[in-house]
C-alpha cells in the first residue's frame, strides 16, 4: 500500500483555461497516509470523478502531481498503478462462481495457487459470503453482487490504493446501513489505503478517518468527521454535514460585535478580515432554549426520534435548533441562546473568527 501525494493539481477540460471558471479541478493539495481511509464528499459536479480519474490514471491533469509513495505516477497509464477500483455498479463475470470471481484478480497476476485459496477465504470470511462461494455470481442479488465486487477490490494485498466510487448506489435503503459497516470493518482488517467517493455525508463520515469536502471543484474544508461537525471553515460544509445543516444567518457587525436582528451575540473570537457578506453560522445543536436571551416564536416542531428539531423565527430569521429535552409546542414564544465557543462568523462564506486558546 501508499501514501498517496496530491500536489498542486488542478484540471481544466477546455485547452486554454482563462479563469477560475474554466476549471473542473481548483486546486488539490493533500496527503493520504499510507493504511488510511479517506473519502471525497461532495455534490453533483463537484469535481469527484474528475480527481477519482486523475488518480486512476484515466485522465492527466491539466496542473500538478501525483505521487505514490516518493513516485510521481502523474502520466502513467492506469495499468501501471497498480490500483484496485470498485465502481457504482458490480464488476463481476455471472458465468464464474464467487469463488472464480474472488480468485481472479490473483489467478491473472500468476498468483500461487494456495495462496490464491488462502486469501479467497479470507477475504469470504470478512464478507460472510463463505455459503455462496460454490454459487454462480448470476443468481445473486443486487447487494450480494456489490459485495462480491468489493471482495474482488480487496482480494490483492500489493494494491498501492483500493478506490470505491459511489459503491452503495444499487443497494437498497435497508440493506445499506449493514454494508456502510461492513466497508469499515473491512478497512480496519485490511489496512488498505482507501479513498471513497460519495455524495452521501452518512457513507462518508461512517466510513473514513479523513474528508476531503469539495464544492465547485474546491476543496473547502479537509478533517476528520469530528472536525467537519465542531468547527466548519466555510458555510457549505456547516450546511452539507449535518442533519439538520448548520444555521446560516444574516446578522452585522458593529466592531467586533456581531449583532443578530438588534441582539448581541457572542463569539468563539475575534473577527478577522474586513468587508464581504457577513453570516452568522451556528449549529442547531449548538442552540439552547432558555430563560432569556433573543426572544423566538416556534413555528414546527418534528419528533425525529433521538431528539426533536424545532424551528423558530427571530425576527424573520427562520432558526433550527436540536434538543433532546421536552420540545416548546409550535406557537409558543421562546428565547434561544447560541453557545457563544460554537458560533462564528463567516465571510464570503468562509469562516471569519479565530478560536481562543
Ligand atoms: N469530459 C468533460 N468535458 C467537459 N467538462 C466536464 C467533463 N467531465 C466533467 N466535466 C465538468 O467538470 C465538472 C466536474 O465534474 P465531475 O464529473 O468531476 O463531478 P462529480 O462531482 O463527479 O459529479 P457526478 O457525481 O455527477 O459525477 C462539472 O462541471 C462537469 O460538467
Redesign the pocket.
Known sequence: MARITLSKLRHS?YPNPSGPEDY?LKEIDVTWKDGGAYALL??????????LNIISGLLVPSEGQILFDDRDVTSLAPDQRNIAQVFQFPVIYDTMTVRQNLAFPLKNRGVDPARIEQRVAEIAAMLEVEDMLDTRASGLSPDNKQKISMGRGLVRDDVNVVMFDEPLTVIDPHLKWKLRSKLKELHQRVRATMIYVT?DQTEALTFADEVVV?QD?EVVQIGTPVELFERPQHTFVGHFIGSPGMNVLPCEMNGDRAIFHGHDVALEGPVTGQGGTIRLGVRPEHIDIQESGLPARVTKVSDVGRHFVVEAMVGDSAVKIVTEEHAPEQGTEVHLGFRPDKTRIYRDGWIATEARA
Do not use: Q
Not at 461532495?42 to 469535481?47: A, F, L, M, V
Open positions: 477540460y473542473a461532495g455534490p453533483s459536479g463537484c469535481g469527484k470523478s474528475t480527481l455524495h469539495m471543484g
